[in-house]
């Protein structure tokens, strides 16, 4: 399956046709800038690029979406930045910060594709500049990230401690037996707001994306959002590593993604914790990855009424 050719027909155009290189004038356009950061993972992986993947595999699917009756190539672009060059080496900081800042101002939606969760910490770092208070963030995560020291187990931890606000932290998706009483009090302690994984599922996940977003945005506030694809059940997700059975589904993480875009406080989202060399033949964690950017797009889209 992993090798099955794309369709070069006319009247199917592929997802990989919206990648531009400049914005395109009257549609939204959005973002798109790869932070392959890995270096510092808790669970060692391989160097491959997931970025590059997940820009293949966006030729997998087209641009056309029934529930919408709307054809993304009319309303959306999507400006390539290219990947940043080794952000986890040293300078590694500046170099993130340069290729966001490089964005064009007036961009619907920046989409940062990592690199394991270390990504989020470089990039929401930059975004803000150092001044937290315009920002708040929500996690999309089976994780806390509340470790100590640097890796992808403590992005949140280290954002925290550089300034932003603990109480426009929210933590969506948080699995049994994933993390830790004192990691959990430490999230507590700093005011984030935690809507474990049972809760979500009671709720329903647009729900719990509206409530996020209404939490971290508080005060008039713009949210980064973290995708981190560890949240989805381990058969669906086998390229990461930490993914655990009991996740969300496909389904029910394309909804959350496609409810926090469509909101427009919402300026900055990652996709992070995919290994490609872990994947399975059928590539189906890349291709969940490259159906979440889509799903992206489609809630910029809806922005438009």
């Known amino acids: 399956m992993g090798n ?59 641009t056309w979406m029934f529930g919408d009756g709307a054809d993304l190539a009319e309303h959306v672009a999507v400006v390539d930045y290219g990947n940043v060059v080794d952000p986890d080496a040293e300078g590694g900081d500046a170099r993130v910060a340069e290729a966001l800042a490089a964005c064009d101002d007036e961009l619907a939606l920046r989409i940062v594709l990592g690199g394991d969760n270390a990504a989020t910490w470089h990039a929401m770092r930059a975004v803000c500049g150092g001044d937290y208070s315009k920002y708040g963030l929500i996690t999309l995560d089976a994780h806390l990230d509340m470790r100590d020291g640097s890796s992808n187990g403590s992005p949140v931890r280290q954002l925290i401690d550089d300034g932003l606000d603990g109480h426009h932290v929210v933590q969506v998706g948080l699995a049994d037996f994933s993390n830790s009483a004192f990691y959990a009090k430490r999230a507590h302690d700093a005011g984030v707001t935690v809507i474990g994984r049972d809760r979500v599922s009671h709720e329903g996940v647009e729900e719990a994306a509206r409530r996020a977003v209404a939490i971290a945005s508080r005060g008039g506030r713009r949210v980064y959002v973290d995708i981190d694809l560890d949240a989805a059940d381990r058969s669906v997700v086998p390229g990461c590593p930490a993914a655990a059975p009991g996740g969300f589904s496909a389904d029910e993480m394309r909804r959350f993604v496609r409810t926090v875009a469509n909101h427009s406080v919402v300026s900055v989202l990652d996709l992070t914790e995919v290994d490609v060399e872990r994947d399975a033949d059928d590539q189906r964690t890349v291709r969940l990855a490259a159906l979440l950017v889509l799903e992206a797009l489609a809630g910029v889209r809806r922005r438009l009424g």
């Open 4 to 62: 099955v050719v794309n369709s070069s027909d006319p009247n199917w155009p592929s997802a990989a046709s919206l990648l531009k290189d400049r914005p395109v004038e009257g549609r939204r356009n959005v973002g798109l800038v790869g932070v392959h950061t890995y270096a510092t993972s808790v669970t060692p992986r391989s160097v491959t690029s997931t970025p590059d993947a997940i820009r293949e595999a966006l030729g997998r699917y087209s």
